[in-house]
């Protein structure tokens, strides 16, 4: 696998969607985080007005916020996911394609739940360390929107296949953003409105790398 080279793909193909690319990430952002403001909103005017134990309140609220957050993002990760593979296949990509997937809802909610289990498991037992299951599975997204017809379980069996050979290349390419993830602390997370559209392109470049390579060896 070539890094440079997905990395180069990703900029080509955002050399003339930066605008959407930045766009349909602050919109998914702020649906989640004004999801998140409003819940710890509630929560805390529950906690003044019946006088509750705020340590009790807070870790209610931040439960209830991981499950609200869960439920929000099924509306839209799966379209988010969707733009930014169309845009690393050089096709025509809009906005509204963050909605696009809300079809697939329950799909993604089940999906994302299997694998947390898989993944906690892993980091429980030490049979697989998490950390390796999580990348083994991490193509899992990608292989539900190109094939729809299958269930979740069938995508975290076909992610685990595919990403065979390929765990240590993805995780060398996670780290090759360090750099500037770390940079980006220090301009107030301005640089992330680059960085994060950037990623996402060259990670979605990645699915394309190990499915054509996954498809090489089968038909071979």
């Not at 290349?169 to 360090?178: A, K, P, T």
């Amino acid at each position: 696998m070539n890094r440079a080279l997905l990395k180069s793909n990703a900029k080509d193909s955002l050399k003339n969607h930066f605008g959407e690319a930045i766009a349909i990430f602050l919109i998914s952002s702020a649906i989640t985080g004004v999801a998140s403001f409003i819940i710890g909103f509630i929560f805390g005017m529950v906690s003044a007005i019946l006088d509750l134990d705020t340590n009790s309140v807070g870790l209610l609220s931040d439960s209830v916020n991981g499950i609200v957050s869960i439920i929000i993002n099924g509306f839209i990760a799966l379209g988010l996911t969707s733009f930014y593979l169309k845009l690393s296949r050089n096709q025509e990509v809009e906005i509204n394609e963050l909605f696009s997937k809300t079809n697939m809802f329950g799909l993604y909610i089940v999906t994302t739940i299997l694998i947390g289990l898989f993944t906690t498991l892993g980091f429980i037992l030490l049979i697989i360390p998490g950390f390796i299951v999580s990348i083994a599975l991490s193509q899992t997204y990608y292989i539900l929107l190109d094939n729809p017809e299958i269930d979740p379980m069938e995508a975290i069996k076909k992610s685990w296949e595919m990403m065979k050979g390929h765990k240590l290349e993805y995780l060398l390419l996670q780290m090759s953003f360090l750099g500037w993830i770390i940079l980006g602390i220090f301009t107030c997370g301005i640089l992330y409105l680059w960085l994060t559209p950037y990623m996402t392109v060259t990670n979605a470049n990645f699915y394309n790398y190990v499915k054509n390579d996954y498809e090489q060896k089968n038909l071979g």
